[in-house]
């Protein structure tokens, strides 16, 4: 079982930067590939970004590419979302999510333990 506890979120202006951070507790960290997704009131929860184990290869959704950076620390056990140029359309809460023996999938489906969220909230 892991455990994965999100902080970091608020409420930022649009142009601003929040950086998000995931914890995870349990199992080997290093065996996960991490994810970062979002849910917006009344739509469907969606990809946001993705890291292998190692950190060696990341992954973003098309409307963030630019603006997240996505990054982790094995020895911290800890997963970052660095988050830039801020819209009010990245509003959403924001769950981060862990995939064992994954290499960073795009699909929910893949991943196996998720965090309770964090609130991000951009005002226009």
């Known amino acids: 079982q892991v455990q994965l506890v999100e902080s970091g979120g608020g409420l930022v202006q649009a142009g601003g930067s929040l950086r998000l951070s995931c914890v995870a507790s349990g199992r080997t960290f290093s065996n996960y590939a991490m994810g970062w997704f979002r849910q917006a009131p009344g739509k469907e929860r969606e990809f946001v970004a993705a890291?292998?184990?190692?950190?060696?290869?990341?992954y973003y959704a098309d409307s963030v590419k630019g603006r997240f950076t996505i990054s982790r620390d094995n020895a911290k056990n800890t997963v970052y979302l660095q988050m830039n140029s801020l819209k009010p359309e990245d509003t959403a809460v924001y769950y981060c999510a862990a995939q064992e023996l994954g290499v960073g999938e795009q699909n929910i489906y893949d991943y196996d333990y998720w965090g309770q969220g964090t609130q991000v909230t951009v005002s226009s």
């Open positions: 890291i292998n184990w190692s950190g060696g290869s990341t």
